[in-house]
């Protein structure tokens, strides 16, 4: 009996399945290995710059508050320019950016000075180049004295006419203020400065410069410059300071000094007082700083003296009012034409002033 056919073996074989595992894995690794090269075209290739890239610029309306706050703040306003890190010839150039260029702040330009003048010169007067100040040319190149008087016009703020006397190396002798008696603002006021010559010139001659300062910058301006002879002779003046002493407030002790000669003697030694005494580190004064003598007069034995205001610095206290008295006191009783002193404050009576 013939035997059956025998079917086909179909079950794989371990090899094939080898090979089929074999196969996907290659198929993988060739995907990554496309994959990394893929990745490494896209990064940027050494010393290469980076594609530039226009920024997205969100347009601003021309009613912005950027708008408004850079024309507050003195800007100029540009609604369009070269996007940020593009030059000219580059296509990122032709964004919109909009921005606020800050205006350079110019430079203050000097002004000229006008040269007009503000009134007619007076006659016989030596004036600055406006007018503002003009002094009679009497002094010009006069020998003044201790105290000498100039006379003059003047249109300052607030009337006030200042001068100072210069010696020839520009040093500084004298210097004061005096206030201009004008009708009304802006119009021009006669002024008369009398002052005495305490420290004797070391020079010859000098100058007198009568002027306003600046009520802007304190600047001198309306400088009138006038050549004059100084005075070369001296002569002896006392004055009285205070003693510090714990059992007399009214001690007082003379002080001797050379001074330029004048003809005032007893006025010359009160304003040596005043002016020289609280200099004298070595000695005390009781007088309040920068009072200074508004008026003295000396009648049938009497005199009569008014005080600036700032005599009343003195901070009350019997002991302060007693130094005080006796330093001008001793000074102007050391001439035999004085026998009397009445002292006042300047505004006050002399019973209002120097009360305890």
């Known amino acids: 009996m013939p035997s059956p056919k025998s079917k086909p073996n179909t079950k794989p074989s371990a090899s094939d399945g080898a090979g089929y595992r074999l196969s996907g894995f290659l198929i993988i690794v060739a995907f990554a290995a496309l994959g990394l090269v893929w990745l490494w075209l ?15 610029v969100q347009p601003v309306p021309s009613t912005s508050p950027a708008k408004a706050s850079c024309k507050e703040d003195g800007g100029t306003w540009i609604d369009c320019g070269l996007a940020p890190g593009c030059k000219a010839d580059e296509p990122c150039a032709q964004v919109c950016v909009p921005q606020c260029l800050a205006n ?8 000229p000075e006008p040269t007009t003048p503000v009134r007619a010169q007076p006659a016989d007067t030596i004036c600055d180049s406006r007018n503002f100040i003009c002094v009679e040319d009497s002094v010009d190149g006069s020998l003044l004295a201790s105290p ?3 006379k003059g016009t003047g249109l300052a703020f607030e009337n006030t006419i200042n001068w100072r006397l210069l010696d020839a190396n520009g040093g500084v002798i004298e210097k004061g203020f005096v206030t201009a008696d004008a009708p009304d603002i802006g119009k021009a ?4 400065i009398r002052a005495f010559i305490l420290q004797l010139p070391k020079t010859s001659t000098g100058t007198l410069e ?45 002080i001797e000094m050379d001074v330029t000669r004048s003809g005032l003697p007893v006025e010359t030694a009160l304003r040596a007082l005043l002016a020289v005494g609280p200099t004298m580190s070595s000695k005390r004064t009781a007088i309040p700083p920068d009072t200074r003598l508004i008026s003295l007069k000396v009648s049938g034995g009497t005199a009569t003296v008014v005080l600036s205001p700032e005599l009343g ?13 006796a330093q001008i006191e001793s000074t102007l009783k050391q001439f035999p034409s004085v026998r009397n002193v009445v002292i006042s404050q300047q505004g006050k009576t002399p019973e209002e002033s120097l009360q305890p």
Do not use: W
């Open 104 to 111: 350079p702040i110019p430079e203050p330009q000097p002004q």
């Open 42 to 56: 896209q990064l940027p290739k050494k010393n290469e710059p980076p594609t530039p890239r226009p920024p997205v």
């Open 210 to 254: 009568v002027l306003e300062y600046s009520a802007k910058d304190g600047s001198p301006t309306h400088v009138v410059k006038i050549p004059v002879r100084l005075p070369t002779t001296s002569m002896k003046t006392k004055f009285y300071m205070s003693t510090v002493s714990d059992t007399d407030c009214s001690e007082v002790t003379p």
């Open 313 to 325: 610095n003195y901070g009350g206290g019997s002991c302060n009012v007693q130094a005080i008295r």
């Open 148 to 150: 000498f008087i100039v």
């Open 189 to 192: 006021g006669a002024f008369e």
